[in-house]
């Protein structure tokens, strides 16, 4: 989810080498004891405390939040089921998805811009998802290139993409994502236009010098015009089935099948 992999990133930076390497998105609040965290909103707030208010803004929410609200409203309502005597001895969290055996049914979902949270961006979260032994989905806005990522993956990777109005720049990137053995592409599809995000326009989000998004058309940009969005005016209104199956036709990335489109 995004908060583990923005919020456990920040909290778990260390101060010295992150101020060195970007002075302007990282704070400077000693190294957290992790063994002080012990839920996902500890992490959130340790770290909300080790990055700057820019780059919190960022992560924290869109427009009025009122969907956010409701997600997390419909995560409280959820009851759990207990079942007694049953015994649990020998428990097995493994489940398949996409042909493919996991360890847990827990994926690090795509975030952007990891590198405004840690000197090592993605490549440092490829790690830390091998060590839990989950998949890691890159996001299209990632700073480091699918390549470098790829190098410290452990874990199966998988690539999140925005199918663009430049279909040959997205069969790029695409074709790309495959040869450094992504197993699926997780095609994000409720964008045709992109909403207001208050929180970022008022904290003029921007990216830190020197940092990139290799996998965009516009890899410097941040925002629109008005400042209100992240996105420029190149992802495709006119999104239809059509298109996925246009991008099965161009590769394939699980073994006998066709690229997962969740």
Not at 72 to 81: S, T
Not at 100 to 108: D, K, S, V, W, Y
Not at 127 to 150: P, W, Y
Request: contains cysteine; aromatic residues 8%; positive net charge.
């Amino acid at each position: 989810m995004k908060l583990s992999a923005a919020a456990s990133a920040g909290a778990n930076m260390g101060p010295v080498d992150a101020v060195q390497t970007r002075p302007s998105t990282f704070a400077h609040e000693p190294v957290t004891d992790l063994n002080d965290l012990v839920s996902l909103l500890d992490f959130e707030g340790a770290a909300q405390r080790r990055i700057s208010h820019m780059v919190w803004e960022y992560y924290s929410g869109v427009a009025d939040e009122i969907t956010l609200r409701w997600n997390r409203e419909a995560y409280d309502r959820l009851r759990l089921r207990p079942r007694v005597l049953v015994g649990v001895s020998k428990i097995d969290t493994r489940t398949r998805l996409f042909g493919q055996e996991l360890a847990h049914p827990i994926l690090l979902a795509p975030a952007a811009d990891h590198r405004m949270i840690h000197p090592e961006g993605e490549a440092a979260t490829a790690r830390g998802a091998g060590i839990s032994n989950t998949i890691f989905v890159l996001s299209s806005f990632t700073n480091t290139c699918v390549e470098d990522v790829a190098r410290h993956a452990s874990t199966p990777l998988w690539f999140q993409l925005y199918i663009q109005r430049d279909r040959e720049f997205t069969r790029d990137v695409v074709q790309r994502a495959a040869a450094a053995g992504c197993k699926a592409l997780c095609v994000t599809v409720d964008t045709p236009t992109f909403g207001a995000r208050n929180r970022q326009a008022r904290a003029r989000y921007e990216l830190a010098p020197g940092l990139s998004r290799p996998h965009l058309p516009l890899p410097g940009k941040t925002s629109g015009a008005t400042g209100s969005q992240v996105f420029p005016d190149w992802t495709e209104p006119a999104l239809t089935w059509r298109d996925i199956s246009w991008l099965s036709s161009i590769v394939k990335m699980l073994d006998g099948g066709r690229p997962a489109a969740p």
